[in-house]
T-cell receptor, first 116, second 115 residues
Framework: DGGITQSPKYLFRKEGQNVTLSCEQN?????MYWYRQDPGQGLRLIYY???????QKGDIAEGYSVSREKKESFPLTVTSAQKNPTAFYLC???????????????FGEGSRLTVL | AQSVSQHNHHVILSEAASLELGCNYS??????LFWYVQYPGQHLQLLLK??????LVKGIKGFEAEFIKSKFSFNLRKPSVQWSDTAEYFC?????????????FGAGTRLAVHP
């Protein structure tokens, strides 16, 4: 089955530690995204990547880093610089849009990070 | 800055009641509009989308939404809800040209349907 796999589902981290969340897709999608979901705030875009070896900051990139070395993979590192890292993190992917049209995002099941 | 507003954060209905969830966006140009749903314990999935054409779009599970350009709105409706519609619903917008797929999401509306 094609889809997006995020791991781990649950993660606990001590303050001051970096942690990396994995996101893998086998949909052959060009674009991948990381969103953060907090209660009452919806989803906010952290980083996105339209092609391999290229990525752009979203609205709340501070304290996060990403890489896109392979089309299938877009890991997110939550660094110790992120002031409020406890959240639910969602990875998504999409096909490259046709001219003038935005496409559908496909989401993974999410990773819940708790900082102790 | 582009933003999306969902009017109700929590909605409680009885089965068979009608549903309308409000969504307004701030961007004035061409937009693509989406409603996503997140059932308990499941991943976000697309309910319906609007790119162009008929402003009344139909989605899965009997949901529909109407794009009213003059009101910058894209409200979600269902004539008769079921207990299985209990979920969180998100409205999302991106620009029609050059905006790629950077969706801007609303804060979400939690719907609880009681039998």
């Amino acid at each position: 089955d094609g889809g997006i796999t995020q791991s781990p589902k649950y993660l606990f981290r001590k303050e001051g530690q970096n942690v990396t969340l994995s996101c893998e897709q086998n949909l052959n999608h060009d674009a991948m995204y990381w969103y953060r979901q907090d209660p009452g705030q919806g989803l906010r875009l952290i980083y996105y990547s339209q092609i391999v070896n290229d990525f752009q900051k979203g609205d709340i990139a501070e304290g996060y880093s990403v890489s896109r070395e392979k089309k299938e993979s877009f890991p997110l590192t939550v660094t110790s610089a992120q002031k409020n890292p406890t959240a639910f993190y969602l990875c998504a992917s999409s096909m490259a849009p046709s001219a003038g049209r935005g496409g559908e995002l496909f989401f993974g099941e999410g990773s819940r990070l708790t900082v102790l | 800055a582009q933003s999306v507003s969902q009017h109700n954060h929590h909605v409680i209905l009885s089965e068979a009641a009608s549903l309308e969830l409000g969504c307004n966006y701030s961007y004035g140009g061409t937009v693509n509009l989406f409603w996503y749903v997140q059932y308990p314990g499941q991943h976000l999935q697309l309910l319906l989308k609007y790119f162009s054409g008929d402003p009344l779009v139909k989605g899965i599970k009997g949901f529909e939404a109407e794009f009213i350009k003059s009101k910058f709105s894209f409200n979600l409706r269902k004539p008769s809800v079921q207990w299985s519609d209990t979920a969180e619903y998100f409205c999302a917008v991106n620009r029609g040209a050059g905006g790629y797929n950077k969706l801007i999401f609303g804060a979400g509306t939690r719907l609880a349907v009681h039998p």
